[in-house]
């Protein structure tokens, strides 16, 4: 009876020991200081070239398309355990319709328009392929408008969607690279220096949202002047309202001194249709960024 009892205790002992060893408030805080400083913090900015298309039955059933200039500004906070983006974009070209598939019509022109504001938290969710790929997962807040500027069509001749939503996103990230040796070359020898690169895919897509569009079903069909600017027919607000997927493939070069060089591929596709004045657009193209360290993070 007596070993019984001792082996009860030394059982009891043994699970309850942890939570007099458990850490304190001010140590959890200091904790998550020394983690939130480890964390990489970089910011980036490029430019590119983007192909934009645009199909909007309020003003044309035509497929509006063209080049387009791309400029972005992010703010990065990386670690293995959390990532976290500040992204800014905008770009702006000239659209025209197709005279191919419309040949007897005049070709038409637009200024094409496009921001992007989106703020994601990501938290690591799994590693695999041999702790080589990371999966990240998490929330994240968009703010995008598209934009078609045609002066033909007189007082509508700005065309517009607004769109504010809470979405998910997820990323996926395989780092690789190649050690420092020496090769030879046409009888020469040569060092290569150790490369490191990361490669990056990001989808968002929105899950609750808002979206604002003009107020005519047509160029001849306007809203009653005394009814509100933001009423239930141009301003609406859901789950999955509209449909919109973004996709960002990112490949990432480390320079030795810490600071990054970046190769972007975005691709962009949003719908709408509550019925009429239908609209569908994309946006895909590369663009390059200098991305720039701010401290020398540390592995959590």
């Known amino acids: 009876m007596r070993k019984i009892s001792l082996l009860v205790l030394l059982i009891s002992l043994s699970i309850f020991q942890p939570v007099h060893s458990q850490e ?55 670690s293995e355990k959390l990532i976290k983006t500040f992204d800014l974009s905008a770009g702006g070209g000239t659209l025209r319709t197709n005279r191919e598939d419309h040949p007897n019509l005049t070709r038409g022109y ?50 517009y969607e607004y769109m504010l ?60 002047p005394e009814e509100s600017v933001f009423n239930s027919t141009i301003l609406q607000t859901g789950v999955f309202k509209y449909f919109e997927l973004s996709s960002n493939i990112e490949l990432f070069y480390l320079l030795h001194n810490g600071n990054m060089l970046k190769l972007s591929y975005l691709w962009e596709y949003y719908q709408f249709n509550p019925g009429f004045n239908k609209v569908q657009g994309a946006l895909n193209g590369v663009y390059f960024s200098f991305v720039f360290k701010f401290n020398n993070g540390v592995k959590e």
């Not at 805080?29 to 590119?48: P, Q, V, W």
């Not at 690591?124 to 934009?147: Q, R």
């Open 110 to 159: 637009a200024t094409g328009i496009n921001f992007n504001f989106r703020f994601l938290y990501l938290m690591k969710i799994m590693k695999f392929a041999k702790d080589k790929v990371t999966w990240y997962i998490g929330p994240g807040l968009d703010f995008t408008n598209y934009s078609r500027i045609n002066f033909k069509y007189g007082n509508s001749a700005y065309n």
């Open 24 to 78: 304190t408030k001010a140590d959890r805080k200091l904790r998550k200081k020394t983690e939130r400083k480890a964390r990489d913090k970089y910011l980036s900015s490029g430019f590119g070239v983007m192909k934009m298309s645009a199909k909007d039955k309020a003003t044309s059933p035509l497929l509006y398309s063209g080049p387009a200039g791309f400029a972005n500004l992010e703010y990065l906070i990386h």
């Open 165 to 224: 939503d809470i979405g998910v996103a997820s990323r996926i990230e395989f780092p690789f690279g190649h050690k420092s040796k020496e090769c030879k070359f046409l009888g020469m020898k040569f060092r290569r220096r150790d490369r490191q690169y990361r490669l990056s895919w990001q989808l968002y897509m929105p899950v609750v949202g808002s979206i604002f569009r003009p107020g005519y079903v047509s160029i001849t069909n306007f809203s009653a």
